[in-house]
């Protein structure tokens, strides 16, 4: 049985908890996309880990973590990852790459800079990891696959070819330093050898694993409004963050993916510019900042204040149905019990029309929300693990919001830990 788990929102929905937790019952978990630009928080025996890279199912050792071909692979990155997790008494994860995966070059990083730099004002919000240069080679056909590493003449031809191009980018667009063919190479083979021990056909050997009936997780980064098609394009990331996308980055059948559970985030977060309509600023964003997540809502990977909003039922409906969701799960609801009222949006004004259908970038940029205020249950919830011993008030808020984005909540987070989970209707 394969199951995707994707981010209904704008990223940072608590997909890491999600994951490790199914992940006790799984053997295989996939990255399918993104890179090492978002990361993933996740509380468990071994401690408090923020994994940007490796999927979140390494801290079984009856599992098997798998790189997919739609990644983008920093080689020292996943590496220096593994190490870190062994130094922290992890048990050496089981990790598999795919020889189709391409690697994320050390000068994708230093364009990203670059361009961030002069775009200034206008920049898109990157994370500088090098994950838009490093797709923009992809299909302009000029990244390196993991196979290409391991046949010398190719590479070489490659790198030359490569350089020659990146060179004028850099000397007349950027006025930086060029790039030196003999030191990439260099750096290549050194690649080379870091990666040589995980490189599989992973297609194969899902295909296999399918057939032997092992349950396998898709793992997605960032959410439904992050997809570069069907999100707040050009506000987006470089690669799909849909389930759908999982069968083509890891290499399995689409009608394999049968279960698709989506991440919704009991309030709203977003990191980046871009429209986002339900935001809420000053001391009543400080307060949801600085309760939210665990301890606090700032960027994993780069510690940046995350832009608070209240609940985007418009945004959140289309983010499940464009996911295909099949299940959601709601977490991070135990921040909220500090609110005396909780307000919903549940319409979009858009000249004066209140349409409850999420609008494409240029008219969800005049939008305004339209709330609903549901009373809010001013107590804890953590510990609870039945859902009728939610408060009544609580529980409305959850009965609103599945209602409003037309999937079943079937579990509810109520804490960070592994074990805070709140199952329903099974
Ligand atoms: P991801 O990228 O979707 O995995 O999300 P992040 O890891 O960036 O953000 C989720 C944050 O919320 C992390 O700090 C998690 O530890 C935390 N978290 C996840 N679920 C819950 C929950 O139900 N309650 C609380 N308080 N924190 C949670």
Redesign the pocket.
Known sequence: MVRAIV?ANW?????????DMLAKESDIIIRFQGGSN??????NEYG?F?LHLLP?GVFYSHTTSIIGNGVALNIPYLVNELQSLVDRGVPKPRILVSDRAQILMPYHVLFDTYEEARLAGKSFGSTKSGIAPFYSDKYAKIGFQVSELFDEETLKEKVNRVCELKNVMLEHLYHQPKIDPAELLNTLHEYRDMIAPYVCDVSAYLAEAIREGKNILLEG???SLKDPDHGIYPMVTSSSTLAAFGAIGAGIPPYEIKNITA?V??YS?AVGAGAFVSEIFGDEADELRRR????G?F??TTGRPRRMGWFDAVATRYGCRIQGATEAVL?????LGYLDELPVCVGYEIDGVVTKDFPTTVKLEKAKPVYVKLPGWKCEI?GIKNYEDLPENCRNYIEFIEKEIGTPITM??????RD??IYRNR
Do not use: F, Y
């Not at 990223?11 to 994951?19: A, H, P």
């Not at 939210?292 to 301890?295: A, E, L, M, R, V």
């Open positions: 981010g990223g940072d929905e608590g997909k890491g908890k999600i994951t978002a990361g993933h928080t996740i509380i408090k923020a979140s980064q960032l959410g991440v985030k009991a977060s939210g997540g665990d301890g809502e960027g994993a977490t991070v609801l135990d921040v953590r509810v987070s109520n804490g960070p830990g805070e989970i």
